[in-house]
C-alpha cells in the first residue's frame, strides 16, 4: 500500500515540520471537555419604583421636621412604603434603594408623629407664657380705700333723712339733675337676692342689705356722665359699696334706671350691698351723684 502525496502547501502531521519556507502552523486552544465559555455579564436593569421610595423616604424625613406641613409627612410616607414594597418584591432588580425608601418613609412617619405634639405642646406654652409675661408686665392698681366718715360726721351733726324725703343730685358745675330719695330698706334681704339666678351667698360674717331709690330726671348735664352712689354705712363710720361684693338686684338695678330715663321721667331701682351682719342696725344709707373728691353732696338716710 503507497501511502498518499505529500501536500506542497505543509505537513498533513501535526508533528510534522513544515515545509522550508513555509510559516509555521498554529492551532487555536481547544476548550477543555465538560466547560462551557461564559459570554460578558448582560447589563442590571434598575428599581424604579426603589428610587421613587428612596425619594419619597427622605422628602417625607424633611416634611416631618417642619411645623405645620408636616402633617402632609404621613402621606408621602405611605406613598413610600407602598411603591418600596413594590420595588421589594420586583425579581432581578436591586433592592438597596427600595429598602432604604421604605424604611426613611415609616421613620418618617413615627417622626412626624412625634413631632406633631413637640410643635403643638411647644405652641401652647409659648401662648400661655407670653399671655403670662404681659399681664406680668400690666400696671397693678391698688383700691383706693374712700375715706370712711367718722360716727361724729353722721350723728348727731347729720341727722339721717327719713325714708322716702326728696332731696336734689346735682352735678360738679351745681346744676340739678336728679330728684332722688331712698323708699325702702332691707337690711336682711338673703332670700331674695339669692332667689335671682347667678347670685351667691354674702361672704362670711355678712349679710345683703337692699335700699330702693326712686329718681326723676331735671335735665341733662353739659359735663360728662357720672354714677348715682349708694352706699351703707355702719355705726362706727365703715362704709360698704356696691363693688365689696357683687350680686344683681332684683329689677330693675338703679345704675338701668339712671342710663333709660329720659328727661321728665322717673323711675325705681334697687342697690343690693353686702354688709356686716353684726353691724347691720344702727347704719344708714347715702347717696349722691359722683364721687366726694369732686365736690358731690352726700345725704344719708335711715336704714329702719
Partial sequence: MTNPPQSPYGPSDP??????????????PQVPYGYTVVGPKPPQRGNG???AALILGIVSVVLAFIPIVNIFAFFTGTAGIIVGIIGLVLADRPRKQAAWGTGLSAASMVIAFLMFFVYTFGFIFAVGGAIEESTRN???YEATPVPSPTPSAIAPAVEPLALGTGVQLNDADGAPLFDATVTASVLDANDV???IDGNTPAPATMQWAMATVELTVLAASNLPPD???VEFVTADGSVYSVADALATPPPADLADIQDTLALGESGSGNVVIAIPTADATGGVWSIRYGSESSGAITYYFESA
Avoid at 508533528?15 to 487555536?28: D, E, I, K, L
Wanted: aromatic share 8%.
Fill in 138 to 140: 400690666l400696671p397693678t
Fill in 193 to 195: 337676692v339669692l332667689a
Fill in 49 to 51: 419604583p426603589g428610587l
Fill in 227 to 229: 354714677q348715682i352712689e
Fill in 15 to 28: 508533528s510534522q515540520q513544515p515545509a522550508y519556507g513555509q510559516p509555521p502552523m498554529f492551532h487555536p
